[in-house]
């Protein structure tokens, strides 16, 4: 996983306009905009967006750190309108403010654990 991570941030490069549109939303909604990355990757022929990343927040201790990368293919933001590209972006961002990595992490290793205990129980 890191190879693909180091390999996608080393060939792409921060868009300017859309990290600005992110850090803007984040500190109008108080939380801390440094940890967030948009990279934009030229080689990536399809419209495509992606993300990686999780959100620490601690409350007693006021930490609300938002951390990852937003990856948009150049075809995308090529092919769509300002406003379409900023809906993406927010949709991708949405995905690491509510930590869907770290929940689709403990999905799978629950449904592992499911089968293999049914698994057990059948006898199979």
């Not at 990343?53 to 090529?78: N, Q």
Request: net charge positive.
């Amino acid at each position: 996983m890191k190879k693909i991570l180091d390999g996608l941030i080393s060939t792409g490069k921060i868009n300017i306009k859309l990290q600005t549109l992110i850090n803007t939303y984040l500190r109008e909604k108080h939380i801390n905009a440094g940890g967030i990355l948009i990279i934009e990757l030229p080689n990536f022929k399809e419209s495509a967006a992606f993300c990686i990343g999780l959100r620490i927040k601690i409350d007693e201790l006021h930490i609300d750190w938002p951390l990852g990368f937003i990856f948009v293919s150049k075809t995308l933001v090529e092919n769509l309108k300002d406003d379409e590209c900023q809906f993406v972006v927010y949709h991708e961002l949405g995905h690491i403010i509510n930590n869907h990595l770290i929940l689709t992490a403990l999905m799978v290793l629950c449904k592992q654990k499911l089968i293999n205990w049914l698994a057990k129980q059948l006898k199979l």
